[in-house]
């Protein structure tokens, strides 16, 4: 490997984590760590472990150092084909590296830069035309930084550096993502090699990979969606509704693409998947990569929500419940969001929407407010509704979750045990389940278990919900060190719901508990592992157990 500007005791620290990273490609060939825009995701996936931590041992700083080093060398490889002239250099005196150097005007700290991210995760990151990227603790913090680099940002360059060069080359931003589009192509053609359509460059040119899907003046993915749709529609594929047929079709070629891109660790890529997957006509055809990317990407998948009905309106003829009102068609798309975690803060179930949503105002501005992920202006609408409705249980549900999700766990926990007192409360297994999750994180795992298994007793509590209790109800099982009783409800939630990667994990790890120098184990074990890794190998649970 070579790159112009890189002296070689960088380019040999890069080398170091590529050569250790190669021996992960027997687990999937989507642990292919090249030098192009997609080892910023990989290498982010990698450094979660430091996030908040930072380096704790001399191992840890020689690991950091070889993917800082890497990053460089993907950097230069960039910049040098935008025509910037980079000069990368190791200081001898501190042992840190530096890149950037452009006509003596500006250097940059990476190594720092990079490990301050890591350990004081910035709320936004400012970009070359100004825009703030906001960032969560949840994001790929990398990727962001990089493109305040090749944007040449005004917080990274000063100000005269950012107009001389963005005056000298009109077609920058095309440059840009005409450079990005082709290293992600190239990367796919690698790792999916039967999976044409990812081979080619101008699929990417549709804002799939650049520029950042924050920075869209149209909801997030709207754009790049439509875009695909667009393009590959004009390659003569027939997508949708197509007269004469029952049903919505999805062609294989755009099945496959979607699997792959699913699975790409670069979260935009892997988010537009989840975005055009509105293209399956119900929950059942969506693949199961692209359900586990959806539940992999915490808060980062609802901004994926008005894209989704963008895509399934023009393919399917569906619309917007929060838009147009519930009917029996519309809670299909209601339990694909659910599956998909597109409105993670509702806890409301579907036979509630399906009675109040239309004749309650309220109700509709709550849930708009939970779109729009607005947590303080969702609470005041609930605290309204209560005040109306106190002996509402679901409403309650609902407040009390907001607690939950603010970590007020004794707050939540209090309000859990008075609620219990109201009539009813004890046949919601919605319920139960909320509180037995709140006990767990409050690190009671023998009380919790009990109100899991009472959820589980309710005739009510049926499908996927079930198979999410039964999981639950196996890791506060497993914390009890009860591993005969997790495995149980475990193989009955993985009966349910089989692509379920958390309970895939939790399966695995059981197992480790149970006896980890059994060969048996070990192997379904390490089976499990693979299965998890072939669902979703970016997921930071994944990561954690595979990298370790």
């Not at 090249?34 to 840890?60: M, P, V």
């Not at 605290?383 to 979750?401: A, N, V």
Request: charged share 20%; with cysteine; glycine share 2%.
């Amino acid at each position: 490997m070579s790159a112009d500007g890189v002296p070689q005791n960088i380019i040999s620290f890069a080398n170091e984590l590529t050569n250790w990273f190669s021996k992960y490609k027997e687990y999937s060939n989507v642990y292919d760590l090249d030098h192009s825009w997609i080892s910023f995701s990989i290498i982010d996936s990698l450094l979660k472990k430091f996030r908040n931590n930072g380096l704790q041992s001399a191992n840890e700083s020689l690991f950091f150092k070889s993917a800082v080093a890497h990053v460089v060398v993907s950097l230069s490889n960039i910049l040098n084909e935008l025509a910037i002239d980079t000069n990368v250099y190791l200081n001898e005196e501190n042992d840190i590296i530096y890149v950037v150097k452009l006509d003596e005007d500006c250097t940059i700290n990476i190594e720092r830069d990079i490990l301050d991210i890591l350990v004081t995760t910035p709320s936004n990151i400012i970009l070359g035309n100004g825009d703030l990227l906001p960032l969560s603790k949840e994001s790929n913090l990398l990727v962001p930084y990089i493109l305040s680099i090749l944007t040449l940002s005004v917080k990274v360059f000063p100000q005269e550096v950012h107009k001389k060069y963005l005056s000298s080359h009109a077609s920058y931003h095309d440059d840009l993502n005409r450079i990005i589009s082709k290293q992600v192509a190239a990367w796919h053609e690698r790792v999916w090699p039967n999976c044409h359509l990812s081979h080619v460059p101008e699929i990417y040119l549709n804002k799939v990979a650049y520029p950042h899907f924050l920075l869209s003046e149209k909801p997030p993915f709207e754009e790049s969606s439509l875009g695909v749709l667009s393009y590959l529609k004009d390659l003569g594929l027939k997508i949708g509704i197509i007269e004469g047929q029952e049903k919505p079709r999805v062609p294989k070629q755009l099945s496959s693409l979607l699997k792959a891109w699913a699975m790409c660790p670069d979260e935009q890529i892997s988010l537009l998947a989840v975005s055009l997957s509105s293209v399956y006509p119900n929950n059942e055809e969506v693949p199961a990569e692209i359900l586990a990317s959806a539940r992999s990407k915490n808060y980062s998948t609802p901004l994926v929500r008005e894209s989704f009905y963008k895509v399934g309106e023009i393919t399917r003829n569906i619309k917007d419940w929060s838009i147009e009102g519930i009917n029996t068609a519309s809670e299909n798309e209601i339990n694909q969001e659910k599956i998909m975690n597109m409105m993670p803060w509702l806890s409301f179930p579907n036979i509630y929407l399906k009675k109040n949503y239309l004749k309650n105002e309220n109700l509709k501005e709550l849930v708009s407010k939970i779109k729009s992920l607005s947590m303080s202006e969702a609470e005041f609408v609930v605290s309204k509704m209560l005040e109306e409705t106190p002996g509402d249980i679901d409403l309650r549900i609902q407040s009390i979750r907001f607690s939950y999700l603010r970590g007020e766990l004794e707050k939540a926990h209090i309000a859990c045990k008075t609620l219990l007192s109201e009539p009813n409360a004890d046949s919601s297994p919605y319920f139960l389940n909320f509180w037995g999750l709140i006990l767990i994180d409050m690190n009671k795992p023998e009380v919790a278990s009990r109100y899991f298994k009472q959820a589980l007793a309710l005739n009510n509590c049926v499908g996927l919900f079930r198979a999410e209790v039964l999981n639950n109800c196996a890791y506060a099982y497993i914390l009890e060190n009860r591993i005969e009783e997790a495995k149980e409800k475990l193989n009955n939630s993985l009966e349910l719901s089989p692509n379920r990667v958390t309970a895939v994990l939790n399966l695995a790890y059981a197992l480790r508990m149970e006896d980890s120098s059994n060969p048996e184990n070990i192997n379904v074990s390490r089976d499990l592992l693979l299965k998890a890794v072939n669902l979703s190998p970016f997921d930071v649970r994944v990561v954690k157990n595979l990298f370790i």
